[in-house]
């Protein structure tokens, strides 16, 4: 369930082209295959969690699995940009309902000691290698039909359901009241803010339905840490951001997620589009990526219990800034090994350097029964602040685009010259937008005063709370 889950993350932005060519998407709704999905899976991950405590997690993951699967065929056999935009969110609620479930399963269903370590590590390996594979298999995928990379969850998503039928066994139920308000509100709240900047480039930003969408965003977010503040059993326990260095750290969070989700679907978009790459072409570009990025975390893994780690932060986040700044001056003259290869690498190395420290910071400093949420939390703040980023960046290329006299809904093989460098120009004026971000994620890591030997006790920690 984790490799195709992140299969489906990975795979989807390099069909974008395609899929926007086929049914007709505008730029707006372009996003909104990528967002719709990653806010119903952010903003209801920790109810996930939280229904297979209280239900019996075998039950709940077999259910998160079923609706995947089901909504996963829906989104292949999509005609147009709703039925696909409404078929990926209801596809991201039952990822929120398998995926925090599957990683408890594993501590249940492995004994203490070297066989669940081992089984913990091959989960955690399903990340890596669908990040790499995804990137082949989708581009190869695509190539056929852009289709393809939804309709592959089936057969394996029914494989997934045998044998969880037969190999896994349920967990006892515990009596919890659930915060169902609160995943709403929070759910509801990004996707009226993401709806504001998504469509306020074409829908224009006096529009009463954009206005709507921002300022009813806002509110519901501002309702949901009133609700937070006096939930029995709240999803965003306050109690756990007393330390501003704990907060500087999700805020970090945050941003690094907004980089690295707005970056995949500009840069797919644009090696595509405008350098006129096959799908399969583009995802072997970005295989460096990942190599750079596993570097990086070996490296920082390593040194991060040695220096403190906002160095190690605000090094990666500079060097992130440094080549996606690079990045917005390219044209249609880039070549591969002369301007992509470097960057392609880079800003996965410099990614790597934050990712590793930053879920550490999250969980320094606090006691055995807090590790879980606190990474719970670390993880949806990436998560469902990533659609918040596409958003914004979004908002600026298409800005962009149609300020140069280029157009929205039209795929690029049917574009002049003139609206085609255009579609350029708001491609790399995104990755000035991630840039941007990157550089406000360097700004707040250095609020992070947690010593090297806090985030060595939290490593401790993670694995003996892996291990219990």
């Known amino acids: 369930m984790q490799l195709m889950m992140v299969l489906d993350g990975t795979v989807a932005s390099l069909a974008l082209a395609k899929i926007q060519e086929d049914l007709g998407l505008s730029d707006s709704g ?45 989104c292949g056999l999509a005609v147009n940009e709703a039925t696909l935009v409404a078929a990926r969110a209801l ?32 989960f955690a390996a399903m990340t890596g290698i669908g990040s790499v594979t995804g990137l ?11 289709r393809w990379i939804f309709l592959i969850n089936v057969p394996i998503g029914l494989v997934i359901l045998v044998f969880a039928f037969r190999a896994l066994e349920e967990t006892n139920a515990e009596r919890l009241k659930l915060d169902v308000p609160g995943a709403i509100l929070a759910t509801l ?18 529009s009463p339905l954009v206005l709507t969408g921002l300022v009813g965003g806002f509110v519901l977010l501002g309702v949901f840490l009133a609700v937070e503040r ?50 399969l072409h583009a995802g072997l570009a970005f295989v460096p990526f990942a190599f750079g990025l596993g570097a990086a975390a070996f490296v920082a893994s390593k040194i991060a219990v040695k220096v403190q780690p906002r160095w190690l932060v605000v090094a990666g986040t500079l060097i992130t800034f440094v080549g996606l700044l690079y990045g917005s ?3 249609a003259s880039a070549t591969y090994i002369g301007n992509l290869f470097v960057l392609v690498v880079g800003v996965g190395f410099g990614v790597g350097l934050a990712v590793v420290p930053l879920p550490l910071c999250a969980i320094a400093g606090v006691g055995p029964g807090e590790i879980g949420p606190l990474a719970a939390i670390a993880q949806v703040a990436q998560t469902l602040f990533g659609p918040v980023g596409l958003a914004i960046v979004g908002a ?40 941007i971000l990157a550089a406000l994620a360097a700004l707040a890591a250095l609020f992070i005063r947690f010593t090297p030997e806090q985030v060595a006790q939290a490593q401790a920690a993670e694995k003996a709370a892996q291990q219990a």
Do not use: H
């Open 136 to 146: 082949i298999i989708g581009g190869a995928l695509t190539e056929v039909s852009w």
């Open 230 to 279: 006096r939930a029995e059993n709240p999803l965003l326990p306050f109690s756990l951001f007393r330390n501003r260095s704990r907060v500087a750290t999700f805020i970090s969070l945050a941003l690094v997620g907004m980089v690295m989700f707005s970056l995949a679907p500009f840069v797919a978009l644009f090696v595509q589009d405008v350098l006129k790459y096959t799908p």
């Open 30 to 74: 372009r996003n909104w295959v990528i967002t719709s999905y990653a806010l119903t899976f952010g903003g209801l991950m920790l109810l996930g969690g939280r229904l297979g405590d209280a239900f019996g997690r075998k039950r709940v993951f077999i259910g998160g699995v079923a609706l995947f699967t089901v909504t996963s065929l829906l």
């Open 189 to 206: 709240g990004c996707t009226g803010v993401v709806f504001g900047f998504t469509e306020g480039p074409e829908m224009g930003w006096g």
């Open 329 to 331: 001056t390219l044209d």
């Open 396 to 435: 600026m290329a298409t800005s962009k685009t149609l300020s140069e006299g280029g157009v929205s809904g039209l795929a690029a093989t049917e574009m002049n010259q003139t609206q085609l460098d255009a579609l350029s120009s708001g491609y790399t004026f995104a990755l000035l937008g991630c840039a």
């Open 91 to 122: 596809q991201g609620v039952g990822a929120a309902i398998a995926s925090p479930t599957a990683l408890a399963l594993v501590a249940t269903t492995f004994a203490p000691g070297p066989v669940r370590n081992q089984a913990i590590a091959i």
